[in-house]
């Protein structure tokens, strides 16, 4: 069924009003109501649950796409060419990895509709709040959540989309802009910058182990933005290089977070929002809210789990695994990858792989015991802040000390010889992408650096022109994801990006 776009931002806007309780857990189920946006927003209780269900709204990037072995956190892995596939049946994510797609991509359109829905959401409680009647402080907070959460989904969108709709007030079925035009990509990131600036000011705790929106969030996206807005498509000057790594230092001095001592840490669903997690969804299998990012990473058919389906869905090529050292712990068996595991029915087996598959989301209790994982999916960890600061402080100050003890925290945990003064831009590059593959970050460096590493050669090279180790190659066209075609279908105000 067409999806029709007057009702993709109106609908997104009841969202909240739909789905609320008075809960003060946003990881719980929430009861369906009649609530309307005009009897709603009365009490405290529903300023935090309009807060929760952005909280919820989150899961969408790691949820099913609506077919077999799919969910949106893919669409950010496949087109980057470091990624190998088990499951042919999936359409859209061979499509990206072939860099063979089209504007019906289903994941332009799960990724734009859902994060226009949160944004809905977000509007609706940065108006609204302000109104009730409860404790300063908590009304204060609530605001700043909403805020960054509005720039958090735009923050996605555009950088997969470019221009895109700027919308920022509660939108009703009587509207102008049900019908929005697109929105220049800089006004977009002021916005973005100007929320999370608001949120910054907003005094919220450092720290949260449950999982809700803290200052030091705020500051590490606001870090992430600066540093994308100093390089690719808007290139807004050095001082944002200054800006990025200032930010990110401020999150260094503070010692409110560190790296894990292992790497087992970063996929123990028993380590939640603490330590070097800085931002996470939140998932509870007792409240049957499960990720099942674990099930779609397992080798396809080798009976290692308690799970009925084991998806095969990505897993890395040989060409890129052979750009770490060859003494990185990262790659060393069940830290970052593995090529084994003892078979589910019979565990002095052991079921050879044939090839490395990605270790560092496994959920071992899951895959052995209860097929329910409830392993958060991490959007932003300590290790990205010192990678920020590195690669923002070389740009501009070059090889300080400080900017080295960055770096080096990253090499020394992975076992690995210190970098020195002679480091280049290019290291700090190659170490990021070692640190953080498969985590949604790739794809926007290469974007905002218009650079992708060659894995056969360990240079890098332009992002046009640069074909992947099976083949493709990467054009200009795919600097921007397409709109969705649906959307353009319904609204004749959005034009289609250049290639499309």
């Known amino acids: 069924m067409k999806f029709n776009y007057r009702l993709s931002l109106y609908t997104g806007l009841l969202t909240a009003l739909l789905s609320l309780n008075s809960c003060s857990n946003f990881l719980e189920e929430e009861n369906k109501s009649n609530y309307t946006q005009e009897n709603y927003f009365q009490t405290p209780e529903h300023a935090e649950s309009s807060i929760n269900t952005l909280y919820e709204q989150l899961r969408f990037i790691t949820s099913g796409a609506g077919t077999y072995g799919e969910s949106p956190f893919m669409a950010l892995e496949f087109p980057t060419g470091l990624l190998n596939t088990e499951v042919g049946q999936s359409q859209f994510n061979r499509d990206l990895r072939t860099l063979s797609t089209n504007a019906e991509n289903n994941y332009f359109s799960v990724w734009w509709q859902n994060s226009?829905?949160?944004?809905?959401?977000?509007?609706?409680?940065?108006?609204?709040?302000?109104?009730?009647?409860?404790?300063?402080?908590?009304?204060?907070?609530?605001?700043?959540?909403?805020?960054?959460?509005?720039?958090?989904?735009?923050?996605?969108?555009?950088?997969?989309?470019?221009?895109?709709?700027l919308i920022l007030e509660p939108v009703d079925a009587g509207s102008e802009l049900l019908y929005p035009e697109r929105t220049d990509k800089a006004e977009v990131y002021m916005t973005i910058v100007t929320d999370l600036q608001e949120a910054e000011a907003a005094d919220l705790p450092a720290t949260n182990t449950r999982g809700r929106v803290t200052s030091t969030a705020v500051k590490t996206m606001l870090a992430d933005v600066y540093l994308t807005m100093a390089g690719y498509p808007l290139q807004a000057g050095d001082e944002y290089y200054e800006m990025a790594a200032e930010k990110a230092k401020e999150i260094i001095d503070a010692g409110n977070y560190s790296l894990f001592d292992n790497y087992d840490a970063l996929h123990d669903p028993a380590i939640k929002n603490t330590g070097e997690l800085i931002f996470q969804s939140q998932y509870l299998a007792g409240a049957n809210i499960t990720n099942a990012v674990t099930q779609w990473l397992l080798p396809r058919a080798r009976n290692i789990s308690a799970y009925a389906d084991e998806f095969g869905v990505m897993f890395p090529t040989r060409a890129f695994l052979d750009t770490y050292q060859n003494d990185d712990r990262r790659i060393?068996?069940?830290?970052?990858?593995?090529?084994?595991?003892?078979?589910?029915?019979?565990?002095?087996?052991?079921?050879?792989f044939g090839t490395p598959y990605i270790y560092k989301f496994f959920d071992e209790d899951a895959v052995l015991r209860s097929a329910q994982s409830e392993l958060n999916w991490t959007f932003y960890r300590y290790a990205e802040i010192l990678l920020i600061y590195a690669e923002a402080g070389f740009e501009a100050y070059g090889a300080t000390p400080e900017v080295l003890a960055a770096i080096n925290q990253i090499r020394d945990r992975a076992e690995l010889p210190d970098f020195d003064a002679s480091i280049t831009a290019e290291d700090i590059w190659t170490e990021g992408l070692h640190e953080l593959a498969f985590e949604n970050k790739y794809w926007f460096d290469m974007l905002r650096r218009r650079q992708v590493l060659n894995t056969e050669t360990g240079n890098w090279e332009n992002f046009v022109g640069h074909s992947f180790s099976y083949g493709p190659t990467l054009t200009e066209k795919y600097l921007l994801f397409a709109i969705p075609q649906r959307e353009i279908d319904n609204n004749p105000k959005l034009e289609q990006n250049p290639g499309w």
């Open 332 to 352: 060393e068996e069940e830290e970052f990858y593995y090529t084994s595991y003892p078979s589910y029915e019979n565990s002095d087996q052991i079921v050879d």
């Open 116 to 165: 226009y829905e949160a944004i809905a959401n977000a509007n609706l409680a940065i108006q609204r709040i302000p109104e009730i009647q409860m404790n300063e402080t908590d009304r204060e907070h609530f605001v700043a959540e909403a805020k960054f959460m509005r720039a958090f989904h735009y923050f996605n969108l555009v950088r997969m989309f470019g221009d895109v709709p």
